[in-house]
């Protein structure tokens, strides 16, 4: 199983940036899909991205779309995901990781394991 740690939140206004970072310890993290979810206060975990093991297939959320950016690199075990032009409803914890199961995963559920979680607030 691999360990999963999360860096780069913060607060920032509406219409910024942040980049979120995934460091993952062992030496599998190349054969797992990889995904980021956010939760915010009173709401269920939604999906937000998913990139495949090799990092050629991605997929979004809808609300997500053209905004933010997966990606990965297996030489260093991290992984990434770059938000431009964050709104409101942004804001949550978000949560890295990790699956062996298929690429089409968006289930909380269907995530072996986790990381701790970072905070992102986007302010109005």
């Known amino acids: 199983q691999v360990q999963l740690v999360e860096s780069g939140g913060g607060l920032v206004q509406a219409g910024g940036s942040l980049r979120l970072s995934c460091a993952a310890s062992g030496r599998t993290f190349s054969t797992y899909h990889m995904g980021w979810f956010r939760q915010a206060p009173g709401k269920e975990r939604e999906f937000v991205a998913v990139i495949g093991s090799s990092g050629l297939t991605k997929y979004y959320a809808d609300s997500v779309k053209g905004r933010f950016t997966i990606s990965r690199d297996n030489a260093k075990n991290t992984m990434s995901l770059q938000m431009n032009s964050l709104k409101t409803e942004d804001t949550a914890v978000y949560y890295c990781?990790?699956?062996?199961?298929?690429?089409?995963?968006?289930?909380?559920?269907?995530?072996?394991?986790w990381g701790q979680g970072t905070q992102v607030t986007v302010s109005s």
């Open positions: 990781a990790a699956t062996k199961g298929s690429i089409y995963n968006r289930r909380p559920s269907d995530f072996r394991s």
